[in-house]
């Protein structure tokens, strides 16, 4: 996209019933690295992350707990979802709560809008309801239990049963929009993406629409709705509203204008919300739709889906407290294609850290510090003439920050970091094949080594840019220690769509002493 461009992206709000696992972790570094590369390619960024905080299955915790349900989303707010960021890095522009009064007082006005344009109507429901998605279960989610739950039906993800709920609602005209929907698909076909979630979401539309119900009556937390307060609005599309309350929408249109409209990354299991009821909704009142919604993959633990009821949740600080922020971002990021099911297990987490980080871009960092401070007293080298092989690294650093960039904008971080990473598999390659430590033996050698050196220091100079949104604390290490300009803090104000053009690192700067960047680790958790 070109520089300059209004770049918003947002993460789903998370339902903060529980302590965050490394799911959650997922989606935020995916969000806060896309955020940070537009950032840092001069685009006009603003990344948006959040909770959803009103629904029963809060009402009912709060009551657990013998608080209100106020009391209790600020209790796990502050002490679980706050620091989750700090953990892993997340730099993003905002972060909006549901309960928050310039999320409820606009979420009123855009239902207000809905109804008085003949959008929303008064009906009655009838359905299975699974207070842990929060949501009416459609028939491919309802399963049979099985063991003491025979008998019952369940809910397919929770395999809790299902309650049967039936209530005087209020409905959206979802099925007006079925036509519509299916024509945005059709002229934006990457509206959604990947291919396979385009497929699930234009098969689903085309197989016919049903009205939604968007109010409860049978409980008081939540936002009411302005012409009939006996009704609080439906957590989900009460949740959906964040992502333009949030830039402005009716209050601070201005800011609405220049933000709006938004990238939505979220996870497969909530993609319909996001792909077909959130557009129908913007469509009813008069505003545009997404820029898109990219749908990531499950994690997976042993085979099965993230999740705390199933005790496979894995909080992000056992990883960070043991590998650091940026292995944990720099794992998950490259070793799962993006919109793919991924799988967890330490002994790859392991593996990898050793093999890519320690040995493979922290090692290339450490030796030519080294060699730069052991044969030119600190100082880069000038280069000389340079040779084929010299020209070829250049070459390829050019490449290398042009496909990722473009991997970027197909939001497939996992090729960005991949087309990056060819720079540190040829530097390291390049030392081999070109032996420094024999060069600097040989006088008549100097520039030649000279050459050498200077070659892997402005590599290194082009990874820790083109690296810095993934891994935000090395680099930053990195950059200070090859005493580029600017000094540490100045990474993130480098251009990273001219990361690839050479000679932006200046002869005669003097290096600093630089710890491993990524310490050995004798033993896993």
């Known amino acids: 996209m070109p520089a300059g461009e209004s770049f918003y992206i947002t993460t ?12 959650h972790g997922y989606t935020s570094v995916a969000v806060d690295t896309l955020a940070r590369w537009h950032r840092q390619s001069g685009d006009d960024t603003w990344m948006l992350t959040g909770t959803d905080e009103h629904g029963q299955k809060m009402l009912r915790a709060a009551a657990a707990n013998g608080v209100t349900p106020q009391e209790w ?13 700090t953990t892993l890095d997340v730099a993003n522009d905002d972060f909006i709560r549901t309960t928050q009064e310039r999320h409820e007082t606009n979420v009123q006005v855009f239902f207000q809008k809905l109804y008085d344009a003949g959008y929303i109507y008064a009906g009655e429901y009838e359905a299975l309801y699974c207070v842990g998605c929060e949501e009416f279960k459609p028939e491919s989610e309802i399963v049979d239990g099985t063991g003491p739950f025979e008998g019952l039906k369940v809910c397919a993800i929770h395999s809790k049963p299902l309650e049967l709920l039936q209530e005087k609602n ?7 929009f079925q036509d519509r929907l299916l024509e945005l698909y059709k002229t934006e076909p990457d509206f959604v993406r990947p291919d396979s979630a385009r497929n699930e979401v234009v098969s689903f539309v085309s197989q016919g629409l049903k009205d939604l119900s968007i109010s409860r009556s049978t409980f008081d937390w939540g936002i009411p709705l302005p012409w009939d307060t006996s009704h609080v609005i439906y957590v989900w599309v009460d949740a959906l509203l964040n992502y333009v309350t949030a830039v402005g929408y009716g209050s601070d249109e201005a800011t609405f204008d220049r933000r709006w409209p938004a990238y939505h990354v979220v996870g497969k299991d909530i993609l319909r919300f996001h792909a077909v009821i959130w557009p129908a909704m913007l469509m009813a009142a008069g505003l545009e739709v997404p820029k898109g919604v990219f749908a990531h993959g499950w994690l997976l633990v042993g085979g099965e889906k993230m999740s705390k009821s199933k005790l496979t949740g894995i909080a992000p600080s056992e990883i960070t407290d043991v590998f650091g922020s940026d292995a944990y971002r720099f794992y998950f990021l490259s070793a799962i294609a993006f919109g793919q099911d991924g799988s967890f297990s330490w002994e790859d987490l392991s593996a990898r850290y050793q093999a890519e980080l320690a040995n493979g871009f922290g090692n290339l960092a450490s030796r030519t510090i080294a060699m730069i401070e052991r044969y030119f007293d ?22 290398a920050a042009v496909d990722a960039d473009a991997a970027v904008e197909r939001f497939r971080i ?30 008549e050698q100097r520039e030649r080594l000279g050459t050498v050196l200077y070659t892997c220091a402005e590599g290194l100079r082009a990874l820790a840019t083109l690296l810095s949104p993934v ?11 090859l005493g580029a300009e600017g000094g540490l803090g100045a990474l993130s104000a480098q251009p990273l769509r001219e990361a690839g053009r050479w000679g932006r690192l200046p002869a ?7 710890s491993p960047l990524f310490p050995r680790i004798e033993a896993t958790a």
């Open 414 to 443: 996992d090729e960005a970091i991949a087309d990056v990473w060819t720079i540190v598999d040829a530097l390291n390659g390049y030392i081999t094949d070109n032996e420094p430590w024999a060069l600097a033996k040989d006088d």
């Open 12 to 23: 789903p709000i998370y339902y903060p019933s529980d302590v965050p696992h490394i799911g």
């Open 471 to 481: 891994m935000p604390q090395s680099t930053a290490k990195l950059w200070a220690a």
């Open 378 to 399: 600190g100082v880069v080298p000038s280069a000389g003439e340079y040779a084929a092989q010299d020209l070829a690294v250049q070459q390829l650093v050019a490449k």
């Open 170 to 176: 209020y409905f959206f005209k979802l099925s007006e």
């Open 508 to 514: 005669g700067t003097a290096v600093q002493t630089l």
């Open 73 to 85: 989303v600020d209790k796990l707010v502050s002490e679980s979802w706050f620091p989750l960021l």
